[in-house]
């Protein structure tokens, strides 16, 4: 059964440096998006992404977070500058309609 | 907006247990409801899903019932099992909306 991929599954960064996390959804899936789940936390919608544009974003999605589809396989959001708070699990996902099908998630700790 | 509750855990339960974890949500209009699980060191699994009023939804023996008039999604197994043992997120997907909210999730623990 196709599956959505994750690379890194953990990332250890310094405060102030940039991460690129990476996935890659299923390959008929249309709509991608990221999430993060800060440590005993909600999962939280960040973006959506479709037709190589933002669909949707939240507050949470700042001008520190960047997404990409750099090519017909990859999915990647990029956190530049990261902070001590952008420590959590970052779960990609992606859909051909309503239902999301979700990757195992990159657990990114910032020291 | 949007927001969805859900009972906190954990919920410890004996091997053939019912089973039944509560979801009500707060939405504009008629969402999409959903019921995703993760177990031990996993990512989020569709376990199952509702888009209108009085859909059930099932799988792997797991049951949820749309309920419009108590704005409700629970979650019910009628034998649960060891291997249930991980955590339940209730979810909704809003009207022309993207993102889905997500309850805190309630982590459920089986014992033999």
């Known amino acids: 059964e196709p599956e959505v991929t994750q690379t890194p599954s953990h990332q250890v960064t310094q405060m102030g440096q940039e991460v690129i996390l990476r996935c890659v959804p299923i390959?008929?899936?249309?709509?991608f998006y990221w999430y993060r789940q800060i440590l005993g936390q909600k999962v939280e919608f960040l973006v959506s992404f479709y037709n190589n544009e933002i669909s949707e974003k939240s507050e949470i999605f700042d001008d520190q977070f960047s997404v990409e589809r750099p090519d017909g396989s990859n999915f990647t959001l990029k956190i530049r500058s990261t902070k001590l708070e952008d420590s959590a699990m970052y779960f990609c996902a992606s859909s051909v309609s309503e239902t999301q099908y979700f990757g195992p998630g990159t657990r990114l700790l910032v020291l | 907006g949007n927001s969805v509750t859900q009972m906190e855990g954990p919920v410890t339960l004996s091997e053939e247990a019912f089973l039944t974890i509560n979801c009500t949500y707060t939405a504009t209009g008629y969402p999409s409801l959903f019921w995703y699980v993760q177990y031990p060191g996993e990512g989020l699994q569709l376990l199952l899903k509702a888009t209108k009023a009085d859909d059930k939804g099932s799988n792997k023996g797991f049951e949820a019932t749309y309920r419009k008039e108590t704005t409700s999604f629970h979650l019910e197994k009628g034998s649960v099992q060891v291997s249930d043992s991980a955590v339940y997120f209730c979810?909704?997907?809003?009207?022309?909306?993207?993102?889905?909210?997500f309850g805190k999730g309630t982590h459920l623990i089986i014992q033999p």
């Open positions: 979810a909704l997907l809003g009207r022309g909306a993207d993102g889905l909210t």
């Open positions: 390959s008929n899936h249309l709509y």
